[in-house]
């Protein structure tokens, strides 16, 4: 499974930007892809994540202002992040939890990084 990851770029404190990831299998056969973001000389947090059946769950500093969504004509998982601040800047990343069957039951679980892209924010 490749994740491409894009949208970043130098956005205005205030402002919004959309990122996207692109899956190269149906995003509906991944159970959930999350977008993550790590800034320099901090660990890598998750931002936001969207689970097949609908349900999405929000880092709670990205809650009200933040919504992911999967667009299946696009094959890709968005992530819209409004009121931008400048602690938003970082590297966003999506990840892929692929559900692993064999013979029919579930026996496992793969995890699959895209390679991230750059948000900038300025004051």
């Known amino acids: 499974v490749q994740l491409q990851a894009s949208g970043g770029g130098l956005v205005q404190a205030g402002g919004s930007l959309r990122l996207s990831c692109a899956a190269s299998?149906?995003?509906?056969?991944?159970?959930?892809v999350a977008w993550y973001r790590q800034a320099p000389g901090k660990q890598r947090d998750l931002v936001a994540a969207?689970?097949?059946?609908?349900?999405?769950d929000y880092a709670n500093s990205m809650k009200g202002r933040s919504t992911i969504s999967r667009n299946y004509a696009r094959n890709t998982v968005d992530l819209e992040i409004n009121s931008l601040k400048p602690e938003d800047a970082a590297v966003y990343y999506c990840?892929?939890?692929?559900?692993?069957?064999?013979?029919?039951?579930?026996?496992?679980?793969?995890?699959?990084w895209g390679q991230g892209t750059l948000v900038t924010v300025s004051s």
């Open positions: 990840k892929a939890e692929v559900q692993i069957y064999h013979g029919g039951r579930l026996s496992g679980r793969e995890d699959y």
């Open positions: 299998i149906p995003i509906s056969s991944i159970k959930t």
């Open positions: 969207s689970v097949a059946d609908g349900a999405s």
